[in-house]
Structure formats: C-alpha cells, structure tokens
C-alpha cells in the first residue's frame, strides 16, 4: 500500500480544511491554520504474481496426485525447441522445471536453427499420433526458413495447450470451451484474483500479438467476468497513441518494448497489466542483461491502482496456465480423448 501526497502546503485563512476524504496534518502559526500536508487515502496495490501463482500451483499439483491415483494418467508436456535463442532457452527451462515441481511428466525435444520445416512438422505430427503425449508446444519466436503458421496448424487442437491453432482461437471468440493462450489467461485470473472490476471499463490492449494481443482483446470484450469491456486494440500505426492509453481504465502493455509506457500516457487510478519481459544490457548484472516489461515502472506505479512488476506479474501466471491447460487435456475436459 503507498500513500500518495496529493499538495504539499496550503494556507486556509478562515480555518476551513476543505477535503474531508483526505488525511489533513494541520497546525496553527500566529493565529492562521496551516495544513502542511494532504494526504490522499487512495493506494496502489502491488499484483503479486508470484503468490497467486504459488497458490494455483498447490491446487494444480493436488489434482495431478489425484488423476494419478484415479486413473494412473501423469499429464504429460512436450516442448520442442529449435535453435539457441536465450530467452526461448529460459521460458523452456522454466515451464520444464514447473512440469517437476508440479508432477507432470515433459519431454523437451530440440532442433538445430537449420532444421527443415518438413522435418518440424513430422515431429510435430508423430507426437500428435502419441497417445501418452497430452499437450505440445512449439515454442515462438522460429527461424525465419520455418513458416508458424503452419506449424502451429498442424499441431492437433487437442493438443494446442498453447491456445495457438485457430480452431482453439475461434473456439476462444465463440466463447466456446478452448484452450486459452496462456499469458492472456494469465491476467484474467490475476483480474479474478485481485477483484477487479471490468464490467463496462475501458481496456486499452497496446500490441497486436497473435499470442497477447489478439487474444487479450477478444476475451476482454467477452459477456463474462473479467470481459464485457470496451476494447481498443492499439499498434504501431496508431495514431494519438498516448491520448488512447490515457483514456484507459485497464491498461495492458503487450508490445515487446522495454519501458515503453511512460507516466504521461497513463490515466489516475488505472489497472496496469505489463506483459513485456524484455532482456536490456545492464553491466552491472552478472548475467549482463535485466530484465524490463513495456512500462516504465517507477514513474507509473504512483498512478495506478494495481499494477503488475516485472519480474514477478504476468510472467509468472503464464507458466501457471500452461500447466492447467496441459491438466486440462490430459483429462480430456476440453476435447474428448
Ligand atoms: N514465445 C513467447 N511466448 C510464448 C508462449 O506463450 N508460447 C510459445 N510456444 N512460444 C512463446
């Protein structure tokens, strides 16, 4: 919780302190009142990403003990990862690492950058073909020789756990059951979690991404809770971006540009969801990189309500909803096994 001070020094002569919602500190000089500071009762709360993703984890791995002991099934991930990216290689470690930690079982396949398209896509459809095999992503971005489109086609819907072929996003838009990409879910369960109000809000998504973007203004808009906002899907040839951002009410940044959002561009009291995680030099890190979402945090966090950090938001509860939609297939709630 932070306190925020709304006006340093006023001077009310006939003794009237004007501001009944706010905390006013006054003293008397020389017979005139004086109140030094005000201070606005209003707060920003911290969305803490990573305690809510701890709590999701405990009740995800409850169930996989009990699939388990139902019916023998260990939900099982495939990852396949093509060439030496650092990042892709850090989201496949983690997402590994969680299968451990929450009893699935994963199986990380990885390709050489030169690996052919027609040699991804046999891949892709022998393990379509495995029955022990529930969900399969192919993690983004691919060299430039391989078309994802047609990778993320040929990955059966049953087992785009990704959300990613378009049978599960147009299943999505229907608001029928689908597999949902995982970081837009991600915040929604964040918005449940926290509380916050959406119903007939102003939600400015900033990217247009096939896996933030897109998604994240479909389900904004949906008759359900988090949804029934009024979208607006902004990018790079929009114009007045700042004066949209301002009229913004839920403010998501998803356009994969380190500290992007700037104060200016932020209305008073806005829900700010930061989806970027971008690797910046940063000399002073052994790694030689920090990490940055797409809002320039210190400056914009005093204005808002809630607000996702990075790291420690979003990121963490992408990983989260990876994991129930892999629990998800494995127990063939989504399509039928
Ligand atoms: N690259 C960045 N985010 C993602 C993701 O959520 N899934 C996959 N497959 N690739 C990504």
Avoid at 231 to 251: F, G, M, P, Y
Wanted: hydrophobic share 40%; with cysteine; glycine share 8%.
């Amino acid at each position: 919780m932070c306190m925020r001070a709304k006006s340093w020094t006023c001077n009310f002569p006939n003794g009237i302190f004007p501001r009944q919602d706010h905390q006013t500190l006054g003293i008397r000089i020389f017979g005139a009142d004086f109140c030094f500071i005000i201070l606005e009762q209003e707060s920003m709360q911290l969305i803490d990403g990573k305690a809510v993703a701890a709590r999701f984890k405990d009740q995800i791995a409850a169930e996989v003990q009990e699939l388990k002991a139902s019916n023998g099934k260990t939900p099982h991930l495939v990852a396949i990862l093509v060439g030496t990216n650092g990042a892709s290689e850090t989201y496949v470690a983690h997402k590994v690492k969680a299968c451990g930690e929450l009893g699935f079982k994963s199986t990380l396949v990885r390709f050489d950058e030169t690996v052919t398209e027609a040699e991804l896509l046999d891949k892709v459809r022998e393990i379509n073909e495995d029955d022990d095999m529930d969900g399969l992503i192919v993690q983004l971005p691919l060299p430039a020789h391989i078309n994802p489109d047609r990778v993320m086609e040929t990955i059966h819907p049953a087992k785009d756990v990704d959300g990613f072929h378009p049978i599960n996003i147009g299943r999505m838009a229907k608001g029928l059951p689908a597999y949902i990409s995982a970081t837009p879910q991600g915040c929604l369960m964040l918005l449940e979690h926290y509380g916050i109000e959406t119903a007939g809000k102003h939600c400015v998504v900033v990217g247009r991404s096939q896996i933030v973007g897109l998604p994240m203004s479909i389900l904004m808009q949906r008759n359900t809770y988090p949804g029934n906002c009024t979208v607006t899907i902004t990018h790079s040839k929009t114009k007045n971006l700042a004066e949209i951002c301002r009229q913004a009410d839920i403010l998501v940044g998803a356009l994969g540009r380190p500290e992007f959002i700037t104060a200016d561009m932020v209305k008073e009291g806005a829900v700010v969801l930061d989806v970027g995680l971008e690797r910046v030099p940063d000399a002073t890190k052994k790694s030689g990189f920090s990490l940055k979402g797409d809002v320039k945090f210190d400056e914009v966090a005093p204005k808002t309500s809630f607000i996702t950090p990075v790291p420690g938001g979003v990121g963490q509860m992408t990983i989260i909803s990876l994991m129930q939609n892999t629990l998800l297939a494995a127990k063939g709630e989504i399509y039928q096994k």
